[in-house]
C-alpha cells in the first residue's frame, strides 16, 4: 500500500513537472510573440552561447556591487537552476532515483536559504525597490522550494496530508515560474534577462569596449525615432521586459533626486506596459508599486504596442528632464539601455512634432542658424585667444595638435579655464593651433535633444573641414565635444585621435615635456567627474593623476569616478529646464559640503557653468587646466 | 462671415548675424496664425466637403530655391507657391494677380533683406483695394467679420472688427508657438505656381542700385562699471538686495546736478 501510494505521488510530480513545463513553453511563446512585434535588429543564434560568460562576468560585475544581493541571488538563483535540472532528469524522465534526490534536497536547501535572506531584506527593503508582485516573491519562491524538500526526503513520510501539502506548495511555486513568466511576472526577468544578454542591442559593451554613442537614425529612410512601443527594436523590447525592479536606476538618477517628474525604473516599466498590449485592452500602470515619477500620480498611464507613448503612457516631461548622464545605465544590473530608449522618444517629439520644451526650439534654431549654441558669431569663438600668439589652422599647414574649444570659448568664466590651457600646451612647446571660425559646434545638444537632423548636419559639415585640415591629433576640454568627436562622428565617416585636455596633460606630465611646481593651494579639494569624460569615456585617472602630481590630495566624494553624481548639465536638460523641488546643481555641490571641499576640481564647461550657478556660499569652482596653470615654474618663460 | 480662402506671404530671412538664409520670424508668425485660423474653421464645421474647406494658401514671391523657405516646411506649410521672380522685379504686382480671389491676406510686418521697407502690405491692399489691418497680435473669426486684436505702445491693446477681404499684417510680439519639425521639411513641397501668365516688370526704384553701407556706431548708454564678480552678480540678481545709489530729494538744482557731476566723475565716466 506505501510502496503504491509512493509510485503514485512521484507520478504526480513527473505530470506537474510536464504540465509547468508546458505552460512555460506556451508562456515563452506568448512573450516572444510580444518581443517581436519591435522592429528588426541584427539577430544571431549563435549569441545564445555568449550568455553564460556574460551573466557570470559582465553582469555580475554590476550586482557585485552589492555583496549582500549578489550572494543571495548567487544562493537562490544557483540553487533553483541546479533543483530544475535534477527534478527535469529524476522527475521528467521518471528516474526516481534515491541519489538524485539526495542532490535534489541540498539544491534546495541552498535555493531556501537564498529565499530566506532575500525574505530578510525584503522586511526592511529600501525604497528604490518595487513592492507588488516582488513581494510575493520570497513567499512563492520558498513554497517551491520547501515543496521539493519535503518531497526529495530520503525517509517515507509521504502520508497523505503532508504529500497533499508538498504538492501544493509544489503547484503553488510552479505557479510562478511557469506560469509567471509567461503572464509577466516577476520571474520573467529570468528568461528575458538571459535573453537580453544574448541579444542586447550594445554587443561591443560585452568586449570589454564602452559603447556609449548613440546610433544614427536613416533620415533618409524616414526614420523618426520612436513613438509607440513597436517602434522600438525588438531587442530593445526584450530589455525592458528584463527589468528586476531593482531601482538601483532610480537610486542613481539626479533628476529623480531632484524631484523632477523622472524616474528611470517607472519608464521603463511603463514602456513594459506599452510592449504587453494590444491595442484592445488599456492596460494602466495601476499595480505598479514603485516610487512614481516625483509629482506624478500612479495609475492613470496607459498604452499599448500600436499606440503613441506620449503623452498617456509616459509624459513628455519625464523624457525632457534625463540629463543622459547614463548613471542608470552604469548601476542597472540588467544592462539596459535607459538613454537610447529616452533619446528615441526625444527624437520623435522633436523630428516630428518639435516640440522640444523650454529654450530647447531657440537653441536648435540657432545650431542651425550659426553652427553655436547660443547663436553667436562663429567668427568670435576664440578672441578670448587674440592676446595669446597661438596660431589658427590653415589648410596646407600641418600642425600635431588641433584645439577644438567649444561653445565653452563663449562664456567669460570658461575662457579663463581655456587661457589656462594654452598657457599649459604653450609651456610644454606643442605643435598646436586653434581652429578659428572654421569650428562648428559639434552638434551634442541637437543630438541629445532628438534633433538627429541638426546634428546629422553639423556633424557632416565638421568632417568636411577636418577632412581639409592636417593635424595629428584633437584636443578638447570639453567631454561633450570629446565625445561626438571621438565616439560619435566615426559613423559617419570621421575617425580622429581625440583626446581630452586632462589626458593630454597627463601625459605631457609623464612623459616630463610639462614641468610643475608643487601648487600653492591649500584649500581642501575634491573632483567632479564629468559625466561624458568618466561614464562616456571612461577617463577617471588622468584628472586625478594631474592634481596629484602638483601635490594635490583629493578628498573624494560619495559619488565619484565611474559612479559619478551629474551636475545636472548634460542632455540639454538645462535648456528644457523642466521644474523639480531643487536644482541638481545644488545636489551636487551638497555632495562637496558634506565632506567639507572648499574647492572642487572640474574639467567640463558645462560642469564649470552649472556648479558655478550654485547661489549662497560654495566651495569655488576651478578647472584642472587653471590649477595647473597656477603651478607652472614661474621662472620658465615659455617659448614663443 | 464665410471665409474661404486665406492666404500667407512669407519672405526669405537671413540671420543678422551668420547671414544664414532663414526664415524671417515674423512672416513665420503670420503663417502661424494663418494655420491655426485653417484649422480652427475647418473644425467647426468637419463634414464640409473639400471644395468647401477653408483653405490656406503659403506664398513666396522670389527665388524658388532660396533655402530659407524649408524653414517654412518645417515650421508646418505642406506647400509653398512660388512666384519665381528675381530680386529687380517688383513683387506687388505679381502678387495682386495671384492673390485676387483671396479672403484673407496675412503678412509680417517687414522682411529681414531686400528693401526691407514693410511697405509690402500697404502696396498690395491698395493695389487689391483691400482693407488693410497693421500690428495685428491675434485675429479671430466672429459673425460681424474678422476680429483683430491690435498692439499699441505700452502694453495697450485695440480690438478692431474688419470686413473681409482684407490684408492683415502681423507684429512681431504675436503670441504664436512656432514649431520646427524635420519631418514636415521633408513631406513639404515647394512648387512654382503655374497658373502664372504675368510677366513680372521691373522695379523703378530699384533697390540694387541704393548705395550700402554699414550702420554707423550707435551712441553708447554711460554706465558705472561693475567690479562684481559673476558670483555676486549672480547673488545680487537671486536675492534681493539693496543695489546702491542714493536718492537726493533736498537741496536746490545745482547741488542735485553736483551729486550727479560727482558720481559720473567717481566712476570716470566723464574726464573733466
Ligand atoms: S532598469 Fe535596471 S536598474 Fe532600473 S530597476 Fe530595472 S533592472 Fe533595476
Ligand atoms: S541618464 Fe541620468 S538623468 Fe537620465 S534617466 Fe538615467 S540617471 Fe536619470
Known amino acids: ?640 | 462671415m464665410i471665409i474661404k480662402k486665406i492666404a500667407a506671404l512669407v519672405s526669405a530671412g537671413r540671420h543678422p548675424v551668420s547671414g544664414e538664409a532663414r526664415h524671417c520670424r515674423n512672416d513665420s508668425l503670420a503663417m502661424g496664425i494663418g494655420l491655426a485660423l485653417t484649422k480652427k474653421i475647418n473644425a467647426i464645421s468637419p463634414n464640409a466637403g473639400s471644395t468647401n474647406k477653408t483653405s490656406l494658401r503659403v506664398m513666396h514671391a522670389g527665388n524658388p530655391d532660396n533655402a530659407a523657405l524649408k524653414d517654412y516646411l518645417a515650421l508646418g506649410a505642406k506647400n509653398i507657391d512660388v512666384i519665381a521672380l528675381t530680386a529687380e522685379c517688383n513683387i506687388i504686382d505679381s502678387l495682386a494677380n495671384e492673390l485676387t480671389n483671396t479672403d484673407l491676406i496675412l503678412t509680417g510686418s517687414r522682411a529681414e533683406n531686400g528693401q526691407d521697407s514693410g511697405l509690402v502690405p500697404y502696396l498690395l491692399a491698395e493695389k487689391l483695394s483691400f482693407s488693410l489691418v497693421a500690428n495685428a497680435l491675434e485675429v479671430e473669426l466672429t459673425p460681424e467679420g474678422l476680429e483683430v486684436l491690435q498692439f499699441l505702445p505700452k502694453g495697450k491693446r485695440r480690438s478692431v472688427i474688419v470686413q473681409l477681404p482684407a490684408v492683415v499684417v502681423i507684429h512681431p510680439l504675436a503670441p504664436v508657438e512656432l514649431r520646427h519639425a524635420y519631418a514636415q521639411q521633408v513631406t513639404g513641397n515647394i512648387s512654382q505656381h503655374p497658373s502664372l501668365r504675368f510677366t513680372p516688370v521691373m522695379d523703378q526704384d530699384n533697390g540694387l542700385q541704393w548705395q550700402k553701407q554699414s550702420i554707423l556706431r550707435k551712441p553708447i548708454k554711460l554706465k558705472a562699471r561693475e567690479n562684481k564678480s559673476g558670483h555676486a552678480r549672480m547673488l545680487s540678481a537671486t536675492v534681493s538686495e539693496n543695489k546702491g545709489g542714493a536718492v537726493v530729494i533736498d537741496g536746490n538744482s545745482v547741488e542735485k546736478a553736483q551729486v550727479i557731476l560727482r558720481y559720473l566723475r567717481e566712476h570716470r565716466l566723464i574726464n573733466f
Open chain 1, 1 to 640: 500500500m506505501q510502496m503504491l501510494n509512493y509510485t503514485g505521488f512521484n507520478y504526480s510530480v513527473t505530470a506537474l513537472f510536464w504540465l509547468a513545463s508546458a505552460a512555460l513553453t506556451i508562456g515563452l511563446w506568448r512573450r516572444t510573440q510580444l518581443w517581436r512585434a519591435g522592429q528588426p535588429a541584427a539577430f544571431l543564434w549563435l549569441n545564445l552561447l555568449a550568455i553564460p560568460k556574460r551573466y557570470f562576468v559582465d553582469l555580475h560585475h554590476v550586482v557585485s556591487r552589492e555583496p549582500y544581493i549578489a550572494r543571495t541571488h548567487v544562493a537562490t538563483a544557483g540553487g533553483a537552476v541546479a533543483t530544475l535540472a535534477l527534478v527535469a532528469v529524476n522527475y521528467g524522465l521518471m528516474m526516481y532515483s534515491a541519489a538524485l534526490n539526495w542532490a535534489i534536497l541540498s539544491a534546495t536547501t541552498i535555493m531556501l536559504g537564498g529565499v530566506f535572506f532575500i525574505w530578510l531584506r525584503r522586511r526592511n527593503a529600501p525604497a528604490r525597490l518595487s513592492r507588488g508582485a516582488w513581494s510575493r516573491l520570497p513567499y512563492t519562491l520558498a513554497a517551491f522550494a520547501i515543496g521539493l524538500l519535503i518531497i526529495s526526503l530520503p525517509v517515507p513520510i509521504i502520508s497523505g496530508s503532508v504529500a497533499l501539502l508538498a504538492l501544493l506548495l509544489l503547484l503553488a511555486g510552479s505557479a510562478e515560474l511557469a506560469l509567471g513568466i509567461g503572464l509577466g511576472g516577476p520571474m520573467k526577468h529570468a528568461i528575458a534577462g538571459l535573453l537580453h544578454l544574448a541579444f542586447h542591442p550594445r554587443q561591443e559593451r560585452f568586449s570589454g569596449k564602452l559603447s556609449t554613442a548613440l546610433k544614427p537614425l536613416m533620415l533618409e529612410n524616414g526614420q523618426y525615432g520612436v513613438s509607440k512601443p513597436s517602434d522600438f527594436k525588438w531587442n530593445q523590447l526584450l530589455g525592458f521586459d528584463a527589468c528586476v525592479q531593482c531601482g538601483k536606476c532610480e537610486a542613481a538618477c539626479p533628476a529623480f533626486a531632484a524631484g523632477q517628474p523622472l524616474n528611470p525604473k517607472k519608464l521603463i516599466q511603463d514602456l513594459v506596459i506599452g510592449l504587453s498590449n494590444d491595442e484592445k485592452s488599456g492596460a494602466t500602470d495601476a499595480s505598479f508599486a514603485g516610487s512614481p515619477y516625483p509629482g506624478v500620480a500612479v495609475g492613470d498611464h496607459s498604452g499599448s504596442i500600436h499606440a503613441p507613448i506620449i503623452p498617456l503612457l509616459i509624459p513628455a516631461e519625464t523624457l525632457w528632464s534625463c540629463t543622459t548622464c547614463r548613471a542608470c545605465v552604469q548601476e542597472c544590473p540588467m544592462l539596459i539601455e535607459h538613454v537610447d530608449a529616452i533619446v528615441d522618444m526625444r527624437r520623435n517629439l522633436t523630428l516630428t512634432q518639435g516640440s522640444a520644451p523650454g529654450k530647447a526650439p531657440q537653441t536648435l534654431e540657432n545650431l542651425r542658424e550659426t553652427s553655436t549654441v547660443g547663436g553667436y558669431d562663429r567668427n568670435a569663438r576664440y578672441h578670448w585667444a587674440v592676446d595669446l600668439d597661438v596660431k589658427t589652422i590653415q589648410k596646407n599647414s600641418p600642425v600635431d595638435i588641433l584645439l577644438v574649444a567649444g561653445e565653452g570659448a563663449f562664456d567669460m568664466r570658461y575662457q579663463r579655464s581655456l587661457r589656462a590651457l594654452v598657457k599649459l600646451l604653450k609651456a610644454a612647446n606643442l605643435d598646436f593651433a586653434i581652429m578659428g571660425a572654421l569650428e562648428r559646434d559639434t552638434g551634442d545638444t541637437a543630438r541629445r535633444l532628438g534633433d538627429e537632423a541638426t546634428f546629422q548636419m553639423l556633424a557632416k559639415q565638421n568632417i568636411e573641414t577636418f577632412n581639409s585640415l592636417t593635424f595629428k591629433r584633437i584636443v578638447t576640454a570639453d567631454p561633450h565635444v570629446m565625445h561626438s568627436l571621438k565616439n560619435e562622428y566615426p559613423a559617419f565617416g570621421g575617425h580622429y585621435q581625440v583626446l581630452h585636455h586632462t589626458t593630454l596633460l597627463a601625459e605631457l606630465v609623464s612623459s616630463g615635456q610639462l614641468k610643475l611646481e608643487k601648487s600653492t593651494e591649500t584649500r581642501k579639494l575634491t573632483y567632479h567627474d564629468p559625466c561624458y569624460l568618466g561614464r562616456y569615456n571612461g577617463e577617471t585617472e588622468a584628472p586625478r593623476t594631474l592634481l596629484k602630481s602638483i601635490g594635490l590630495q583629493i578628498n573624494e566624494m560619495e559619488r565619484s569616478g565611474l559612479r559619478g553624481r551629474c551636475c545636472g548639465g548634460g542632455g540639454g536638460a538645462p535648456l528644457t529646464d523642466i521644474p523639480g523641488k531643487q536644482r541638481i546643481p545644488d545636489i551636487r555641490i551638497q555632495d562637496a559640503r558634506s565632506i567639507d571641499a572648499e574647492l572642487v576640481a572640474v574639467a567640463c564647461p558645462q560642469c564649470t557653468s552649472m556648479l558655478e550657478g550654485v547661489v549662497g556660499k560654495r566651495p569655488d569652482v576651478l578647472d584642472i587646466a587653471e590649477l595647473l596653470a597656477s603651478a607652472l615654474d614661474q621662472n620658465v618663460e615659455p617659448a614663443r
